[in-house]
């Protein structure tokens, strides 16, 4: 593979050079001198042109120029005027054109004022490859040296060399894998001298599976991934599953077109399923506003816009933001273009209410562990209902053996014994009672009615009555009564003893029910008023039955030939709110309340004759059964247990937010000034208009968009990407305004290399790791990064790259290496984040308490930084250089402060990798002092130590062994950092002197730099 | 500006001074010295023109004070005490959610009598006494007004000039365009405080004091108010300082080996934070030990003053810190949304703030500091005129977010002492006379401390960035 390449390079390195041409170029030398002089007030923001007069559109622009002929051009008469009234810019304006750029651009009208567009809208064209020779110790590997090494021709400078193995095994293992080479990769690497050794170095690192967490970092800061919302509140999500898929995604080398449709529209691809629908969690990573006083439609429009101001960024480099209020004033990219680009992401159904860092739509995305664990729960479920109904089956062969015994043992002892009517009477309904003592009405369906019924009764004593209330199928909804809602309103319910043809009344003198609604409590049913009664009536459809305890005046005793009289009135202005089915019962026992229910029936139902029982009382005495069986009961307790823990495996599941369009379209509103209250003109889908036009038969959806990004024509994307790959390697992009390809952003110096480069990635059907390849494969990748006195002259930014960038490594990076170089890191991958070690207090201070840090242990404390948990409003602090993840981040932090100082000497992540690091040595093989350092500095810097930086490590060394010999406590405490097993076979004063020592090595100017 | 090129500027002019030297002497020299790249980022690093002030407190007021209660003294308002809001005042305004339309809304006179204090004659309420017992020496602006209603925008606006995260906030800009006067501290510290017991304390965000697209060493440094002041300033445990002063002795000499080897100037920098990390560790600590200080100013302070993380602790950390040479001291006290407890918890909140404020003006007065350092007090908006809440319950009485309307005080710096300026309407509700938007504040700020508003700016995705954006009248008539 890799030599078939190389031969295709060879093949271009030998077509013709670039001919530079003679007349100042539009769009390098004079665009940005218009856009920077001129845009301001004659740009393409219509709202703040003066003049009418906009040099940005060629048409217009020739109203003041005359093509040939700089002394006919108003333009140019202007741009030399002396006159205050008629110079431009204007005095005041803050811009000068200077007589050279005067000069050039009269240079340009003479030469024709040849027009095109800024040089990133622009197709992108394969250039030619320049043909250049190697210059001392400089190689062309491939073409990216021969556009490099052209270049630099035509300054003083010439490429360095390459650097050392050792150098280069470090820069590779940091740049694809973001950890440092063990000690076994080096020495094999050192030990590889055949032909193609750094070629198998690099597939052996591209094949790594930490190379995808390396690539993920800058994906995650581009997508402000984050494990909470961000603003007040700042509640947490779980779209860890979405990172997890970034970084398979980079391993399997996705094509980056495909990575791209997945991310912006997976839903919408005819073939979508769950790795495509996660895909697009993507867009979801925006903040969620929580606060209250918000307006939902507010937050809504704020997080399309962040959807549509991030794919302007990560894909067309674009600082579509600009829009949202006016045209943009630099580049040809309108209000309405960026509303039309808005109309792409406004389909979501998010509302923008709530604040949930879990809004729909979401897609469950349980971890391997998580569907392994589901289905077997389920599998065991369906066990589990064979093995009950082979167990009811059994039990219903000795139903009635264990029916008679239960009546013996529970003879009398019937707390509530039913009362069955001689005399059933309502007003106008029919009466009828069941062998449960359930009485039924029907038959018309009156406003009121009245009952009155006649129990007869054995000698016995009563102390109260129940009236069960039952629901019903003939009810309103299955509920208690025929009324609008299936409520009742019993208004009066009057008990009395019927002897000896005598009447006599039994007063009640307290009640109790299963609910009373509002002021229509039970006392109001022996209150003596008619018109207030008793209801249940709780707020939704009945879904129970009901029940009233009425206790007596005092106990009566009943005589064989008594009768009760119970009359129950419904006269409320309710309609039809007539007791639909119940039962009356009585008790001699005191202690009977509402609860026994169950006992009350299931003795009801043992005194049926089996062949008289209703199916409920057949039911009932089965289950009964059962319950009373051990092994059905072990049969219950196993389904509950299994049902508990799938309930909790499923409530784990982290439910990622995804993408989704609503059915219904939303229009979307140019909004003025960019306020969500003020919406304009309407507007459709689209792309920018200014460039190549997305081809749609109706409005175009996100799919369209994606694929329009990352269509051949696209002038822009495959410059944008291939421009960040390079910045990932070399520390700032050929374009150093990764996020701007504007006018305003820089023009490239090696356009034509961007440009090849974009061309190989686009043509190589977006494989990104070949992108890769190919710029490490190039000698200019590969040299030293040693600086001459020339080069911090002539181009003290590298821009020119005759030697290779020297810079310090990010903060996540150098937490990794730590760990690496250490052995502590652990390498697992995926999952949800973890809590490494932090300062006490730094959430709860920045919350006031509301939000609480609580540190994981064990190997959690030194998984990658990748998996390290990101609260948005205060990310983790050692993290100190890094975007806030709070918008969308392509450009590159870089920092260096004494804080930064403080917290590489002073964290317990780097004193407890210092000590372990020393721990790992001591217990190694080597036992002298300079053998042991050099393993130190081999793990650290990937080297040993020169002899001098030797001498004065050594010396440093027996200093610290000196005084910590004076004071073990001293030692003891800084062995014991970190919560890493302590070693306590070594010697403490040793182990601590050691410790310092590898604490210094972590600290050195080059084990902080990518070299 | 790059980053990296922008350390190779940096580090560039001190090469001037001597790279082998691993002293720091030079640095603030160095500093000032211009560079020689053209750079379109370059940090200007003198003033444009003479300042009048080296230094600012910013005594900010989160949540927003009722300025109706404390400085802006309408009789109406009391005339019109649970009368409707009259016609004229509030139409196509825009107001907090919880107040949707002000129409129809009852007035509420001031809970607490106001009087005319000192020579000048200003109004202060009585929640105030130790802040009108030095109105002589304060400048009361009486007619900010500003475009946010809700509090995160309108902090954002006032100290960023953006109400979206993102652009540097003011102490950014002036130590990034002012650069240093201390080695050992850092040049922008903020500090956070809150009333305790407050049923509105709003979250600090650390955009407040953000860098935006400055270099990440100009964000603030946020002195924490529990544990330590900085992040990581204690030694690892076991280690003193003297076994730490060797060791960074030996990485700076491994250091110079390798700037030897690779001609890197990025890494004599890299020696160079670290030795000033190292002197911070020294410096922070004596910074925030009062042990020097006399029972006499202690007392000044108020109650608070020993305990860490209070406004009055705070107070007194910020005189030491300017005292040291720190440029920008943001101090930021929440609790002031008194959306439901103008006669409960706002009392409280003046006790917290109303001594302490005064004492720190008196004492920078009392050193000989006020003049060169400018302290500016005040909250991101003001508070309605009219209740929210019912006027029938009095312990719940309230006001709601307010931006039309608003005071603030500053002193020292160039400000002329015993002044108020501006005015709002009868009801407080509008700023009419004199009005100052928040960017006019800025470009006072600014301009006190040498800077042209519209030349302080910075080159981001394609444009000039400034604080201001592209606003601001620097208030020339405050000025002394």
């Known amino acids: 593979m890799i030599d078939r390449i190389q031969t295709v390079w060879l093949a271009f390195l030998t077509m013709i050079p670039l001919q530079a041409s003679e007349s100042p170029d539009f769009s390098r030398q004079i665009l940005p001198l218009l856009s920077e002089n001129c845009f301001q007030c004659h740009g393409p923001d219509a709202e703040r042109r003066e003049a009418d007069l906009a040099l940005h559109d060629q048409r217009e622009a020739m109203r003041v120029i005359t093509a040939g002929a700089r002394g006919e051009s108003e333009l140019y008469a202007r741009i030399t005027s002396a006159e205050a009234d008629l110079q431009m810019p204007p005095p005041d304006s803050g811009h000068v054109l200077t007589a050279d750029q005067q000069e050039l651009i009269g240079a340009w009208i003479d030469a024709g004022a040849e027009w095109n567009q800024h040089w990133s809208w622009q197709a992108v064209q394969r250039p030619k490859i320049p043909q250049v020779a190697a210059t001392s110790g400089a190689v062309i590997r491939n073409p990216i040296d021969a556009f490099i090494q052209s270049r630099l021709q035509q300054s003083p400078l010439q490429a360095s060399e390459e650097a050392d193995r050792r150098t280069l095994i470090r820069r590779l293992s940091l740049d694809l894998r973001g950890l440092p080479p063990n000690a076994r990769e080096i020495a094999a690497f050192l030990a590889d001298t055949e032909e193609g050794a750094y070629e198998r170095l690099v597939e052996q690192l591209l094949e790594s599976p930490s190379f995808g967490e390396r690539m993920a970092w800058d994906w995650l800061d581009a997508a402000r991934y984050a494990d909470s919302n961000g603003y007040q509140g700042d509640q947490e999500r779980t779209m860890w599953p979405w990172r997890d898929w970034v970084v398979q995604a980079f391993n399997q080398n996705l094509p980056f077109n495909q990575f791209t449709e997945w991310q912006l529209a997976g839903d919408l691809l005819p073939e979508s399923g769950f790795e495509q629908k996660l895909a697009t969690g993507f867009c979801r990573n925006h903040m969620i506003n929580g606060e209250g006083g918000r307006i939902a439609e507010e937050n809504r429009v704020d997080y399309v816009m962040d959807m549509a101001e991030t794919t302007g960024t990560v894909w067309l480099g674009l600082t579509l933001n600009c829009c949202r209020c006016h045209d943009h004033k630099f580049d040809s990219l309108t209000q309405q273009d960026y509303y039309r680009f808005f109309a792409f992401f406004n389909q979501t159904p998010v509302?923008?209410?709530?604040?949930?860092?879990?809004?729909?739509?979401?897609?469950?995305?349980?971890?391997?562990?998580?569907?392994?664990?589901?289905?077997?729960?389920?599998?065991?479920?369906?066990?589990?209902?064979?093995?009950?109904?082979?167990?009811?089956?059994?039990?219903?062969?000795?139903?009635?053996?264990?029916?008679?015994?239960?009546?013996?043992?529970?003879?009398?002892?019937?707390?509530?014994?039913?009362?069955?009517?001689?005399?059933?009477?309502?007003?106008?309904?029919?009466?009828?009672?069941?062998?449960?003592?359930?009485?039924?009405?029907?038959?018309?369906?009156?406003?009121?009615?009245?009952?009155?019924?006649?129990?007869?009764?054995?000698?016995?004593?009563?102390?109260?009555?129940?009236?069960?209330?039952?629901?019903?199928?003939?009810?309103?909804?299955?509920?208690?009564?025929?009324?609008?809602?299936?409520?009742?309103?019993?208004?009066?319910?009057?008990?009395?003893?019927?002897?000896?043809?005598?009447?006599?009344?039994?007063?009640?003198?307290?009640?109790?029910?299963?609910?009373?609604?509002?002021?229509?409590?039970?006392?109001?049913?022996?209150?003596?008023?008619?018109?207030?009664?008793?209801?249940?009536?709780?707020?939704?459809?009945?879904?129970?039955?009901?029940?009233?305890?009425?206790?007596?005046?005092?106990?009566?005793?009943?005589?064989?030939?008594?009768?009760?009289?119970?009359?129950?009135?419904?006269?409320?202005?309710?309609?039809?709110?007539?007791?639909?089915?119940?039962?009356?019962?009585?008790?001699?026992?005191?202690?009977?309340?509402?609860?026994?229910?169950?006992?009350?029936?299931?003795?009801?139902?043992?005194?049926?004759?089996?062949?008289?029982?209703?199916?409920?009382?057949?039911?009932?005495?089965?289950?009964?059964?059962?319950?009373?069986?051990?092994?059905?009961?072990?049969?219950?307790?196993?389904?509950?247990?299994?049902?508990?823990?799938?309930?909790?495996?499923?409530?784990?599941?982290?439910?990622?937010?995804?993408?989704?369009?609503?059915?219904?379209?939303?229009?979307?509103?140019?909004?003025?000034?960019?306020?969500?209250?003020?919406?304009?003109?309407?507007?459709?889908?689209?792309?920018?208009?200014?460039?190549?036009?997305?081809?749609?038969?109706?409005?175009?959806?996100?799919?369209?968009?994606?694929?329009?990004?990352?269509?051949?024509?696209?002038p822009l994307t495959a410059r944008v990407l291939v421009n960040r790959y390079w910045q990932l390697l070399f520390g700032q992009g050929l374009v150093k305004t990764a996020s701007d390809f504007g006018v305003q952003g820089e023009i490239p110096q090696q356009e034509q290399l961007l440009d090849w480069l974009a061309c190989e990635f686009r043509d190589s059907g977006w494989d990104l790791k070949q992108l890769l390849r190919t710029i490490v494969l190039s000698h200019t990748y590969r040299q030293t990064s040693r600086r001459t006195e020339l080069q911090l002259e002539h181009d003290p930014d590298n821009r020119l790259l005759s030697r290779a960038p020297r810079y310090r490594l990010a903060s996540w990076m150098l937490r990794d290496?730590?760990?690496?170089?250490?052995?502590?890191?652990?390498?697992?991958?995926?999952?949800?984040?973890?809590?490494?070690?932090?300062?006490?207090?730094?959430?709860?201070?920045?919350?006031?308490?509301?939000?609480?840090?609580?540190?994981?242990?064990?190997?959690?404390?030194?998984?990658?930084?990748?998996?390290?948990?990101?609260?948005?409003?205060?990310?983790?602090?050692?993290?100190?250089?890094?975007?806030?993840?709070?918008?969308?981040?392509?450009?590159?932090?870089?920092?260096?402060?004494?804080?930064?100082?403080?917290?590489?000497?002073?964290?317990?992540?780097?004193?407890?990798?210092?000590?372990?690091?020393?721990?790992?040595?001591?217990?190694?093989?080597?036992?002298?002092?300079?053998?042991?350092?050099?393993?130190?500095?081999?793990?650290?810097?990937?080297?040993?130590?020169?002899?001098?930086?030797?001498?004065?490590?050594?010396?440093?060394?027996?200093?610290?062994?000196?005084?910590?010999?004076?004071?073990?406590?001293?030692?003891q405490q800084l062995v014991s950092a970190g919560e890493a097993p302590a070693a306590e076979e070594l010697e403490p004063a040793e182990h601590a002197a050691w410790s310092a020592l590898c604490l210094a090595v972590l600290n050195l100017d080059e084990a902080l730099t990518r070299e | 500006m790059h980053p990296i090129s922008e350390s190779v500027a940096d580090l560039t002019r001190r090469e001037l001074l001597g790279r082998?030297?691993?002293?720091?002497?030079?640095?603030?020299?160095?500093?000032?010295?211009?560079?020689?790249?053209?750079?379109?980022?370059?940090?200007?690093?003198?003033?444009?023109?003479?300042?009048?002030?080296?230094?600012?407190?910013?005594?900010?007021?989160?949540?927003?004070?009722?300025?109706?209660?404390?400085?802006?003294?309408?009789?109406?308002?009391?005339?019109?005490?649970?009368?409707?809001?009259?016609?004229?005042?509030?139409?196509?305004?825009?107001?907090?959610?919880?107040?949707?339309?002000?129409?129809?809304?009852?007035?509420?006179?001031?809970?607490?009598?106001?009087?005319?204090?000192?020579?000048?004659?200003?109004?202060?309420?009585?929640?105030?006494?130790?802040?009108?017992?030095?109105?002589?020496?304060?400048?009361?602006?009486?007619?900010?007004?500003?475009?946010?209603?809700?509090?995160?925008?309108?902090?954002?606006?006032?100290?960023?000039?953006?109400?979206?995260?993102?652009?540097?906030?003011?102490?950014?800009?002036?130590?990034?365009?002012?650069?240093?006067?201390?080695?050992?501290?850092?040049?922008?510290?903020?500090?956070?405080?809150?009333?305790?017991?407050?049923?509105?304390?709003?979250?600090?965000?650390?955009?407040?004091?953000?860098?935006?697209?400055?270099?990440?060493?100009?964000?603030?440094?946020?002195?924490?108010?529990?544990?330590?002041?900085?992040?990581?300033?204690?030694?690892?445990?076991?280690?003193?300082?003297?076994?730490?002063?060797?060791?960074?002795?030996?990485?700076?000499?491994?250091?110079?080996?390798?700037?030897?080897?690779?001609?890197?100037?990025?890494?004599?920098?890299?020696?160079?934070?670290?030795?000033?990390?190292?002197?911070?560790?020294?410096?922070?600590?004596?910074?925030?030990?009062?042990?020097?200080?006399?029972?006499?100013?202690?007392?000044?302070?108020?109650?608070?003053?020993?305990?860490?993380?209070?406004?009055?602790?705070?107070?007194?950390?910020?005189?030491?810190?300017?005292?040291?040479?720190t440029r920008f001291v943001q101090l930021m006290h929440a609790g002031w949304d008194q959306h439901n407890s103008i006669t409960t918890e706002l009392y409280s909140q003046c006790r917290d703030t109303d001594q302490p404020s005064a004492a720190l003006v008196r004492d920078l007065d009392r050193l000989g500091l006020l003049d060169e350092t400018l302290v500016i007090w005040g909250g991101e908006f003001g508070r309605t005129p009219f209740i929210q809440g019912d006027l029938g319950n009095r312990p719940r009485w309230g006001r709601d977010h307010h931006p039309y309307a608003f005071t603030i005080w500053m002193a020292g710096g160039g400000i002329r002492p015993g002044m108020n300026w501006g005015a709002s309407d009868e009801l407080g509700f509008n700023a009419v006379e004199n009005r100052v938007h928040v960017h006019d504040l800025q470009a006072t700020v600014l301009h006190q401390l040498g800077f042209d508003h519209e030349r302080l700016t910075y080159r981001f995705q394609g444009r000039q960035f400034r604080l201001t954006d592209v606003h601001g009248h620097v208030v020339q008539e405050i000025l002394s």
């Open chain 1, 351 to 714: 509302n923008g209410g709530g604040g949930s860092g879990q809004t729909a739509p979401l897609l469950e995305a349980p971890t391997a562990k998580q569907s392994e664990q589901i289905q077997q729960y389920q599998r065991q479920l369906q066990e589990l209902t064979g093995q009950f109904s082979q167990r009811a089956d059994q039990l219903l062969q000795t139903q009635s053996a264990w029916e008679q015994q239960q009546l013996q043992q529970q003879g009398n002892e019937l707390h509530w014994q039913p009362l069955f009517a001689e005399q059933l009477q309502a007003e106008y309904q029919q009466l009828k009672q069941s062998a449960d003592g359930a009485i039924l009405a029907s038959g018309p369906n009156p406003a009121n009615d009245t009952y009155t019924l006649i129990f007869p009764v054995t000698a016995q004593k009563a102390v109260s009555l129940r009236l069960d209330a039952l629901r019903h199928e003939t009810h309103t909804g299955g509920g208690l009564a025929r009324s609008d809602s299936g409520n009742f309103v019993l208004t009066e319910l009057e008990l009395s003893l019927l002897r000896d043809e005598q009447e006599q009344r039994i007063h009640i003198v307290s009640g109790q029910a299963t609910f009373e609604q509002g002021d229509l409590t039970i006392d109001r049913v022996f209150d003596g008023n008619r018109q207030s009664g008793w209801a249940v009536y709780e707020g939704r459809p009945v879904d129970r039955d009901h029940a009233a305890v009425l206790k007596l005046e005092s106990p009566v005793d009943l005589q064989q030939g008594d009768r009760l009289k119970v009359v129950l009135r419904h006269d409320s202005a309710h309609a039809s709110h007539n007791l639909g089915r119940f039962r009356v019962s009585i008790s001699g026992n005191a202690n009977a309340g509402l609860n026994n229910d169950k006992d009350q029936q299931l003795l009801l139902a043992l005194r049926t004759a089996a062949a008289e029982r209703t199916a409920e009382q057949t039911q009932l005495l089965r289950e009964q059964h059962q319950a009373a069986d051990a092994e059905w009961q072990q049969l219950v307790a196993a389904k509950k247990q299994t049902e508990d823990r799938l309930a909790a495996v499923r409530g784990e599941i982290p439910k990622v937010m995804v993408m989704q369009d609503r059915s219904e379209r939303r229009e979307t509103f140019m909004l003025e000034r960019g306020l969500y209250s003020a919406p304009g003109e309407a507007v459709t889908a689209g792309t920018p208009v200014s460039l190549p036009q997305l081809e749609s038969e109706s409005e175009p959806d996100r799919l369209e968009l994606a694929r329009w990004l990352m269509d051949d024509r696209n």
């Open chain 1, 817 to 971: 290496q730590a760990l690496a170089a250490s052995g502590l890191l652990c390498t697992e991958q995926g999952g949800p984040p973890v809590k490494v070690y932090q300062p006490e207090g730094v959430w709860e201070d920045a919350t006031f308490g509301r939000k609480t840090y609580t540190q994981d242990h064990g190997e959690s404390l030194y998984r990658r930084s990748l998996y390290v948990f990101w609260r948005r409003i205060i990310g983790p602090t050692i993290f100190f250089d890094n975007s806030p993840r709070q918008t969308c981040s392509v450009d590159v932090f870089r920092t260096n402060s004494p804080l930064h100082a403080l917290q590489l000497f002073n964290d317990v992540t780097y004193v407890e990798a210092a000590r372990v690091l020393a721990q790992r040595v001591l217990q190694g093989a080597d036992r002298s002092d300079r053998g042991r350092l050099n393993e130190i500095c081999e793990r650290v810097l990937c080297r040993p130590p020169e002899d001098e930086e030797a001498k004065v490590l050594l010396a440093g060394l027996q200093r610290s062994r000196e005084q910590f010999a004076t004071d073990s406590t001293l030692a």
């Open chain 2, 20 to 325: 082998t030297s691993l002293g720091l002497g030079g640095v603030a020299l160095a500093e000032l010295l211009q560079g020689s790249s053209a750079s379109a980022n370059e940090r200007p690093l003198l003033p444009h023109f003479a300042p009048r002030a080296k230094r600012v407190i910013y005594l900010f007021q989160n949540g927003a004070p009722t300025h109706v209660d404390l400085f802006d003294f309408k009789p109406e308002l009391q005339r019109l005490h649970g009368k409707p809001l009259p016609a004229g005042f509030s139409e196509g305004k825009r107001f907090s959610t919880m107040t949707g339309n002000a129409d129809g809304k009852l007035m509420l006179a001031p809970v607490e009598p106001f009087r005319q204090r000192g020579d000048s004659g200003a109004w202060v309420s009585d929640f105030l006494p130790h802040t009108a017992g030095i109105a002589d020496r304060l400048c009361f602006i009486r007619s900010m007004h500003t475009d946010a209603v809700n509090h995160a925008p309108a902090i954002q606006l006032l100290l960023s000039g953006a109400q979206i995260p993102g652009r540097p906030t003011m102490g950014a800009w002036a130590t990034w365009g002012l650069g240093s006067e201390t080695e050992t501290l850092p040049a922008f510290v903020v500090m956070t405080s809150v009333t305790k017991n407050t049923t509105c304390g709003q979250i600090f965000y650390d955009f407040y004091w953000g860098n935006g697209f400055l270099p990440s060493r100009f964000q603030g440094v946020k002195f924490r108010g529990s544990g330590d002041p900085v992040l990581y300033i204690r030694n690892p445990s076991g280690m003193t300082s003297t076994m730490k002063r060797a060791w960074l002795d030996d990485i700076a000499r491994i250091n110079e080996l390798k700037l030897r080897e690779s001609g890197d100037p990025e890494t004599a920098s890299r020696t160079a934070q670290y030795e000033m990390a190292f002197r911070m560790q020294t410096s922070v600590p004596e910074l925030t030990d009062f042990s020097s200080e006399t029972q006499q100013t202690l007392d000044m302070y108020g109650p608070g003053v020993a305990e860490p993380g209070t406004f009055a602790h705070n107070c007194l950390l910020a005189r030491r810190l300017v005292e040291r040479g």
